[in-house]
């Protein structure tokens, strides 16, 4: 099963591709100025839309600010100052070799609001950024004015083959050094419900960072330090008022997982949207960006079983 396993990842991984180049990586060609802070050490990028209340907008796993694309213009037309960013070890930010642990990802995201002179946000978290800002929540609950998480991590994931070998040391070792476009689209396609809604430009934005030489040990150190059933018995504890969007096609994290999520939470309202999969604010975004406003202007909703009913 190892070597079969081994030669799945040289299959899958070993086709390397050259990435497109800088001068075509979002934000480039978009409305949006890329700008850098430097928090605990870590340089990150950064774009920013709008003003009024502020927006933090935290990705997931192996993504970057691409991830949101389609969810910052319509906040900041909202009436809100939205932020992205790409976390430490992903996209354009600097990759040390450690600081991916739930703790210090949680005070990074404090020291990006204290950069921007935010005394308070509500924390947007997809996927393992879900995570990180359920994190916050609970640390810091006085910069939080509220939280939203779509398909988050905290209470464990489903992750794919490729993902779970890539945290065995020598096994990760190579599937990381030889990782590929074709690895990256397989995993992409993955993550949506309906895999033929991933474009080719899908795929180069997400394959660019992959392909950076000091990608690979950052993403072996955030799958040796981050964990991602953190939030397990401890929501009950967020104070601030929490919206959880969930696609019914996630395979990485169940709808399950959100539903118990909302159960454990004291002010929570659980939104499941048909015909989503995990990469929930890519694959619909005209759905989530209407419960997202929806929530920013008039707290939780008194939500219908699905989005259907909007």
Not at 118 to 145: C, K, N, Q, T, W
Not at 165 to 172: F, M, Q, R, W
Not at 190 to 210: E, G, I, K, L, M
Not at 286 to 305: K, Y
Request: aromatic share 8%.
């Amino acid at each position: 099963m190892r070597w079969a396993a081994l030669g799945w990842i040289f299959v899958v991984t070993a086709c390397r591709a050259p990435a497109i180049p800088e001068s075509q990586r979002f934000p480039s060609g978009s409305a949006f100025v890329p700008h850098a802070v430097t928090v605990d050490g870590t340089s990150l990028r950064y774009i920013e839309a709008g003003q009024g209340p502020p927006v933090l907008l935290l990705h997931g796993l192996g993504a970057s600010i691409y991830s949101w694309r389609n969810t910052i213009e319509p906040l900041a037309h909202a009436g809100f100052h939205v932020v992205a960013f790409d976390n430490r070890g992903f996209g354009a930010s600097g990759k040390p070799s450690t600081g991916y642990g739930n703790a210090a990802l949680a005070a990074l995201v404090v020291g990006v609001m204290d950069s921007l002179h935010f005394p308070d946000a509500v924390v947007v978290g997809h996927s393992m950024g879900g995570a990180i800002a359920g994190e916050v929540a609970l640390r810091y609950p006085d910069r939080v004015r509220g939280l939203v998480l779509i398909d988050a991590a905290g209470y464990g994931i489903r992750a794919p083959l490729v993902l779970r070998l890539a945290s065995v040391p020598l096994i990760g070792s190579i599937a990381t050094a030889l990782r590929g476009r074709h690895a990256v689209e397989r995993l992409l396609r993955f993550t949506y419900a309906n895999p033929s809604r991933v474009t080719r430009a899908d795929v180069d934005q997400y394959y660019a960072p992959v392909a950076a030489a000091d990608f690979g040990p950052a993403f072996r150190a955030v799958l040796r330090e981050f964990n991602f059933g953190a939030l397990r018995g401890r929501l009950g504890a967020v104070r601030a008022p929490t919206l959880i969007l969930w696609g019914t096609g996630d395979r990485m994290i169940p709808a399950a997982m959100g539903r118990a999520m909302a159960t454990d939470l004291q002010r929570g309202a659980f939104v499941l949207v048909p015909d989503g999969g995990h990469d929930l604010q890519e694959e619909a975004p005209d759905v989530v960006n209407r419960a997202l406003i929806a929530f920013l202007r008039q707290g939780l909703p008194q939500a219908p079983p699905n989005l259907a009913l909007y």
